[in-house]
């Protein structure tokens, strides 16, 4: 098995290679041949022509034939009678040729001569009226020779040389091309968590590495952003822990001061169980985030009627609301159906419900409603006529932690958590929640939900 090149530069350049010299080389042998087949058919074409004009001349008489020996053109040929030499040029004589193959009027074959030079001859019998004539003629090969061997000696010099250039060339532009992958890596290596803010270079950012350095800076910020919102969710959830917390030991050292006192020591005690309900809530608030985050909270979707959910919820609730004088009605006139996980919606409606009575004064109104939208939807819509939410507070009121008036909601009790949570709950059951852009007092939060399909 090759083994297979470590570095991109390597392999590029050794693909270069072989595709060039696969190139080269076909391209060098169809010279070679090209040339080789169009000198041999020039030769063989004089040899033709030599042999008419011999063959002519044979039929015109000794003494044409005589003077074509002497001052005729064609330099090499002999005529035999009988394979006896009847009449042939003084320079076929120099050839010494002795045994001639015969080769018909078409063909031509090679021959080495006494001095080892290569001819091309032509040799065939030819009747005439007093017998058969056998005519050869013949012609210099060494031109031709000496010709392909140069080029073949210019081809087996030039061919490595391209090569060699070719590879050092590739070899190069490989490098430079691929430079900025390497800044890209040292780069990326010194990119830690602390230090996430730093980008991967972009030259071009159209070429190929521009896009790729593009996408890592894409993931970078993302990830950035995701250490920070975690930086700060931890920072603000040990905050929210400590409050409760301190409030616990401060009021644990009053009671222990006034330790004999029975009657403070309950108000002591009942502080302090005031403040653990807070730290309980917000841990288990922090526990449905984490397991959101993580996405190992169970769905198990199921066909639910929203109004019989929602009728729940008004039920589980409607004593904080009392407690308040708040008159909470809830309009569900008909079943809505739709394939959801029980547990996560009615996590959020409880949060809506429970913010509206939280944040509504004494004696508010609140409605709960399951409607219809359209064919495809269902939602349901918690209103009161509460303070509302400031236009600029709106966008910001899902996020963790976010409260518009952060003592006063600490004072009822949150941390805020509730919207974010329902807003996962929402999400995960492929829904929709929001605030409902209204001027003046009050406000409404509506969820969407996909109706059940299922008939
Ligand atoms: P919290 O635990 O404080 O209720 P939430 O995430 O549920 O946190 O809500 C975020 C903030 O949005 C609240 O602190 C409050 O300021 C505001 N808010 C939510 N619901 C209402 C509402 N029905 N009326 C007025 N303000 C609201």
Redesign the pocket.
Known sequence: MIRKARSVRARLTLWHLSVLATIILGFALGVYFFLQASLLRQIDNHLTRDFATVERVVTQGPQELDSLTRHGNVLFFRVEIERQPAIETESWRKLGLTTLPSTGKEGAVWISAADGKPYRIKAAAVPFRDGMRRIIVAHDGDTFQQSMHSLMVILLLAIPAALVLAVAGAYLLAGRILAPLATMAATARKISADRLSERLPVENPGDEFGQLATAFNETFLRLEDSFDRLHRFTADASHELRTPLTAIRSVGEVGLQEGSNAAACREVIGSMLEETDHLTKLVDSLLILSRADARTVPLHRERTDLTVLATEVYDCLQVLAEEKGQIVSLVAPSPVVASIDRTTVRQALI?LLD??I???PQGGFIQVSVERSGAEEAVIAVS?D????PAE?REK??ERF????KGR?RE?????????I?QWAVHANDGRLKLEKREGKG?T?RIHLPLSRTI
């Open positions: 949060n913010n509206a939280k944040f509504t009161d509460g303070p509302g939410i507070h009121i899902f976010y409260r518009v008036d909601s009822i009790g949150g941390a805020g958590l509730g919207l974010s329902a406000s939060f």
